[in-house]
């Protein structure tokens, strides 16, 4: 079974950056597609990026494309999320989650190991 742990989290001012990291431990990270998703106050769990288990593609939410960035170091067993250009509304705790094959999926059903999460918040 996969342990993840975020980190990276923060308070920030919109338009700026935070990059996001997940350390995974007791699996094999490099063979499942990876995930983040996010989950603000009062509303469901939404996806937000995955990618794909050579880190090859990548796919995302349509509200953070053009400002979040993917990617993987299977050699460091970690996946990170580069976030620019931030809004208020990106404000939420994000997960990591690892993905159930080598592909990936917008269905939080599709993943079946989750960390605990790392808190963003962005001011206006």
């Known amino acids: 079974q996969v342990q993840l742990v975020e980190s990276g989290g923060g308070l920030v001012q919109a338009g700026g950056s935070l990059r996001l990291s997940c350390a995974a431990s007791?699996?094999?990270?490099?063979?499942?597609?990876m995930g983040w998703f996010r989950q603000a106050p009062g509303k469901e769990r939404e996806f937000v990026a995955a990618?794909?288990?050579?880190?090859?593609?990548?796919l995302y939410a349509d509200s953070v494309k053009g400002r979040f960035t993917i990617s993987r170091d299977n050699a460091k067993n970690t996946l990170y999320l580069q976030m620019n250009s931030l809004k208020p509304e990106d404000t939420a705790v994000y997960y990591c989650?690892?993905?159930?094959?080598?592909?990936?999926?917008?269905?939080?059903?599709?993943?079946?190991?989750w960390g605990q999460g790392t808190q963003v918040t962005v001011s206006s």
């Open positions: 990618i794909i288990w050579t880190g090859g593609t990548t």
């Open positions: 007791g699996g094999t990270f490099s063979m499942y597609a």
């Open positions: 989650a690892k993905g159930r094959s080598v592909s990936y999926s917008m269905k939080p059903g599709e993943y079946n190991s």
